[in-house]
């Protein structure tokens, strides 16, 4: 592969709800670029970006990948996306990197529930982006319909590029308004050729060109001026096209039939046309907030890693970009997130899974380094002796949790050493040891997520594994007081025996303070030597609980008074009478059981509010409040935990993946007696077995 320089580079994301085409749309690209030799499909499982077993297996995009296309001087690295919301972490990733997207829509379901969700991630990057409506020659295909639910749904502005020739099944090319021509089932192959727009068209493709160069002009002063003075010629139309779309003025809108190849060339013409180079992207800006580099091969060296693949036989496989500088293989570098300096061996460029080797990579470009012990998604690379860092990628939280074991007996140590890599690849999927719980659980985006993770744990590193839902973290408590609670230990049976006796008062504290131990023993009744034996009997017993073996919390008790022998005496015998008294006390202080209550903030559109409302009510949650944005309701609620261990899979029912959710833990309450009353029940059944 040629050098490039960085204005001749291209990187764009393929992003959209699922089975919309985009996997195809890279397939034609690399086509008409030269790469492949055929247009793979998804079906067949020979496409070039989805090249791992499970993508193969599922017929999705699970995984990020990396594609490079030459077209008319210019490379373009073309990086697919998942459109599942359980792989989004993998597109927050390329959102990233990338300075341009493409949005792939359906053309016979228009914007759905994960088009608006990628349309929401680009929003946060400040992406241009551009419109492909596909599969425009399917039954119910329509480009209007389309073209009309991105006007309602993402309210954006349009502009439209290209028209349709034919309907459905009828379909055979398109109109480019840009170039004023009629492009039709490509030859094998070959460029595209220019053809007299079908006499049928020539009205509404003037009309809406007239609507274009409009919207071109507007982007620049000077050119609106001469809009209205006379024609503007097609470099002029050009230019304002490319400030509009960089400045996210307007959003092209294109069509055609990706795996068919039609409407495809004239697609990869706007993007070496009027999409940003990294020269015209975003700044580049550490994360001092100051310090500032060019985009160019001879400024310091600046290069992010995107996304880490953990591989058994291969190693490590380290995927960056390079936002300046020039980032040479053999040489060493300096990771400023971990502060060590790493050794680089050989340079590639990827396509899909093959790898290209490069004895550098200049700014603008990606790359991918392999066997890398350090580096990790999120980490900057720059010159040794250089402390620079960049802004990294904020993955999304997980929604789902399962508690994870392994399947055979002995395999705890390489259960954890393969859940760590696990993290490497996917800084969305996150492990905990809950400590009431003792349960390791495993969390992600949607039980796809997980059921994937634990394939690729089988398949790559060998290790079974089960699981189960998650426990809930109850805790215990007391509504009321005990006075005067004797605790005695007096045990005799030949030669020194055990003595001890305390009398303690036990009082509740506000909720969420914690435990408080006050020692107002006088007149040496006990020991000072003894006290800390009476807290830690407390102490452990708490940790034990009383009614059903979860923590108890939130009490004071307060040890006044108790008695000693001055040869029987001793910290086993005040740690056990300790805890006879706390025991005591509790079950006199009316216990009662507490448990987790999440913050959830819901965002829904609005015509599933009700219902939403309404499942929220049968999960016992209390609505804090309802806000808009936009054309979407935003839903504050508190609900228990206990009930949202799967709200994942019911919010994407209820909104057919429209709707999205973020929860954190708030604060514990008393749960209602009946329910209590269940998990006391669970807990001593689980005792008897």
């Given at each position: 592969m040629k050098e490039y320089q960085t204005e001749q580079i291209r990187n764009i994301g393929i992003v959209g709800h699922s089975s919309t085409g985009k996997t195809s749309l890279i397939e034609a690209i690399l086509y008409n670029g030269g790469a492949i030799e055929r247009i793979g499909q998804v079906d067949s499982g020979n496409s070039v970006s989805d090249y791992a077993p499970d993508e193969i297996e599922r017929k999705m995009t699970i995984n990020c990948s990396v594609c490079v296309a030459e077209w008319k001087g210019y490379k373009l690295n073309i990086l697919d996306t998942p459109g599942a919301e359980d792989f989004h972490g993998d597109l927050e990733s390329v959102l990233r990197v990338v300075d341009a997207v493409i949005v792939v829509i359906d053309a016979t379901t228009g914007v759905e529930g994960g088009t608006e969700k990628v349309w929401e991630a680009a929003d946060k990057f400040g992406l241009p982006r551009m419109i492909f409506i596909n599969k425009m020659d399917k039954e119910n295909a329509s480009f209007e319909n389309a073209l009309a639910s991105v006007d309602e749904i993402l309210e954006t502005r349009t502009t439209v590029t290209q028209v349709p020739i034919g309907k459905e099944a009828d379909f055979k090319g398109v109109v480019d308004l840009i170039q004023m021509g009629a492009f039709t089932e490509p030859p094998d192959n070959k460029p595209l050729s220019k053809s007299e727009v079908p006499s049928e068209l020539e009205a509404q493709a003037e009309e809406m060109r007239e609507q274009l160069v409009e919207a071109a002009a507007e982007s620049d002063d000077e050119l609106i001026e001469k809009f209205f003075e006379g024609e503007l010629t097609d470099e002029e139309i050009g230019a304002g096209l490319r400030t509009g779309l960089c400045a996210n003025q307007f959003v092209p809108v294109l069509c055609g039939n990706a795996l068919q190849n039609i409407g495809v060339q004239p697609l990869m013409d706007l993007v070496v046309d009027c999409c940003p180079s990294p020269v015209d992207a975003r700044p580049i800006t550490g994360v001092d907030g100051e310090t500032t580099y060019e985009a160019s091969p001879d400024s310091p060296l600046a290069a992010l890693v995107f996304k880490t693949l953990a591989d058994p036989f291969a190693g490590r496989l380290t995927f960056f970009r390079v936002y300046s500088g020039t980032f040479s293989g053999d040489s060493q570098v300096y990771n400023a997130t971990k502060?060590?300096?790493?050794?680089?061996?050989?340079?590639?460029?990827?396509?899909?899974?093959?790898?290209?080797?490069?004895?550098?990579?200049?700014?603008?470009?990606?790359?991918?380094?392999?066997?890398?012990?350090?580096?990790?998604?999120?980490?900057?690379?720059?010159?040794?002796?250089?402390?620079?860092?960049?802004?990294?990628?904020?993955?999304?939280?997980?929604?789902?949790?399962?508690?994870?074991?392994?399947?055979?007996?002995?395999?705890?140590?390489?259960?954890?050493?393969?859940?760590?890599?696990?993290?490497?690849?996917?800084?969305?999927?996150?492990?905990?040891?809950?400590?009431?719980?003792?349960?390791?659980?495993?969390?992600?985006?949607?039980?796809?997520?997980?059921?994937?993770?634990?394939?690729?744990?089988?398949?790559?590193?060998?290790?079974?594994?089960?699981?189960?839902?998650?426990?809930?973290?109850?805790?215990?408590?007391?509504?009321?007081?005990?006075?005067?609670?004797?605790?005695?230990?007096?045990?005799?049976?030949?030669?020194?025996?055990?003595?001890?006796?305390?009398?303690?008062n036990l009082t509740p504290r506000d909720r969420g303070s914690g435990f408080e131990f006050v020692n107002k023993v006088v007149g040496g009744s006990i020991p000072r030597n003894y006290i800390p034996a009476v807290e830690k009997g407390i102490r452990e017993t708490m940790a034990q609980g009383l009614i059903a073996g979860y923590p108890f919390v939130d009490a004071e008790v307060e040890l006044y008074d108790g008695k000693h022998h001055p040869v029987d005496s001793s910290d086993m015998a005040f740690q056990i009478a300790g805890s006879f008294a706390f025991r005591e006390a509790a079950n006199q202080s009316n216990p009662v059981m507490l448990e987790p209550i999440m913050d959830v903030t819901i965002s829904v559109p609005e015509q599933f509010m009700g219902d939403i409302i309404g499942d929220l009510n049968s999960k016992r949650g209390r609505i804090m409040g309802v806000e808009q944005a936009g054309?979407?309701?935003?839903?504050?609620?508190?609900?228990?935990?206990?009930?949202?261990?799967?709200?994942?899979?019911?919010?994407?029912?209820?909104?057919?993946?429209?709707?999205?959710?973020?929860?954190?833990?708030?604060?514990?309450?008393?749960?209602?007696?009946?329910?209590?009353?269940?998990?006391?029940?669970?807990?001593?059944?689980?005792?008897?077995?």
């Open positions: 502060d060590e300096n790493e050794r680089i061996g050989k340079l590639a460029f990827m396509n899909g899974k093959t790898s290209i080797d490069t004895p550098q990579v200049s700014a603008g470009d990606i790359g991918v380094v392999s066997k890398l012990t350090l580096a990790q998604t999120n980490d900057t690379f720059c010159d040794v002796g250089n402390s620079f860092q960049l802004p990294g990628c904020e993955f999304p939280k997980p929604v789902i949790s399962f508690a994870i074991m392994p399947a055979r007996e002995g395999d705890d140590e390489k259960l954890s050493s393969t859940l760590s890599r696990m993290i490497e690849e996917d800084p969305s999927f996150q492990i905990e040891r809950n400590s009431t719980t003792k349960q390791l659980l495993a969390s992600g985006l949607g039980e796809m997520h997980l059921a994937v993770i634990r394939n690729r744990m089988r398949d790559k590193f060998g290790i079974e594994t089960e699981t189960e839902m998650p426990k809930v973290s109850y805790q215990e408590t007391i509504r009321g007081r005990a006075s005067s609670i004797q605790g005695r230990y007096k045990r005799q049976s030949g030669g020194r025996g055990q003595f001890g006796e305390v009398w303690i054309k979407r309701q935003v839903i504050q609620a508190t609900v228990p935990l206990a009930e949202m261990f799967r709200y994942s899979i019911d919010l994407k029912s209820i909104t057919s993946a429209r709707g999205s959710f973020t929860m954190e833990f708030s604060r514990y309450e008393e749960m209602p007696d009946e329910l209590a009353q269940k998990v006391i029940a669970e807990a001593k059944s689980e005792e008897e077995e």
